[in-house]
């Protein structure tokens, strides 16, 4: 069974650095797409980028392109999101996704918290 | 960039009544070469992760009721619910992943029960 396992609420300040898991089981996890996606409170889904396991292979939507980093861990099947500099506007709920198929993403984590606030 | 809009901003509709949303993509997003649509319908209830319904405009995912449909092709996609059901209340995306990096969601759609 494939399990997609986010890493647990964060509270930060602005300016402190921060490392969201994604821990994934149940397939090869090398051989599939991981997807990152913001939803900020009470709005809508927001694509910040995915990376291909296998090569690091890893796509930023321009929006994210600078402002945060994903990485993956083949030895212990997860992904990451980190961010060196965090801002109030980073407080969002982030998710994980993997693709089964292609770019479809049909499997998704529960969501991680980030609140950042002074 | 591939710019999604969702029509109607929500909509309220009777248990049993049939539910239309419509998705529009700024540019095509079939490509050709598979005549395959790169479009992605999810459902998301309040305080849980979007569940994918529907991919490739019209291909419903394993599990998912056969009310939900999916219909369009190019720039224009509609998701049907065929039978309006309480525990379909939820926001309704469309996705675009043909433009990589840039993958899209639309606006998305809010479905209530009136």
């Known amino acids: 069974e494939v399990q997609v396992v986010q890493s647990g609420a964060e509270v930060k300040k602005p300016g402190e650095s921060l490392r969201i898991s994604c821990k994934t089981s149940?397939?090869?996890?090398?051989?599939?797409?991981i997807a990152w996606v913001r939803q900020m409170p009470g709005k809508g889904l927001e694509w910040m980028g995915m990376i291909y396991p296998g090569d690091s292979d890893t796509r930023y939507s321009p929006s994210f392109q600078g402002q945060v980093t994903i990485s993956v861990d083949k030895s212990i099947t997860t992904a990451y999101l980190q961010w060196n500099i965090l801002k109030a506007s980073d407080t969002a709920i982030y998710y994980c996704?993997?693709?089964?198929?292609?770019?479809?993403?049909?499997?998704w984590g529960q969501g991680t918290l980030v609140t950042v606030s002074s | 960039d591939i710019v999604m809009t969702q029509s109607p901003d929500s909509l309220a509709l009777s248990l049993g009544e049939r539910a239309t949303i419509n998705c529009k993509s700024s540019q095509s997003v079939l490509n050709t070469s598979n005549n395959k649509n790169y479009l992605a319908w999810y459902q998301q209830k309040p305080g849980q992760p979007p569940r994918l319904l529907i991919y490739w405009a019209s291909t419903r995912e394993s599990g998912v009721p056969d009310r939900f449909s999916g219909s369009g092709s190019g720039t224009d996609f509609t998701l049907t619910i065929s039978s309006l059901q309480a525990e379909d209340v939820a926001v309704y995306y469309c996705?675009?992943?043909?433009?990589?990096?840039?993958?899209?969601f639309g606006p998305g759609t809010k479905v209530d029960i009136k």
């Open positions: 996704a993997y693709a089964s198929s292609a770019v479809i993403f049909d499997h």
């Open positions: 996705h675009q992943y043909y433009s990589t990096p840039m993958f899209t």
């Open positions: 149940g397939y090869s996890f090398p051989s599939y797409w």
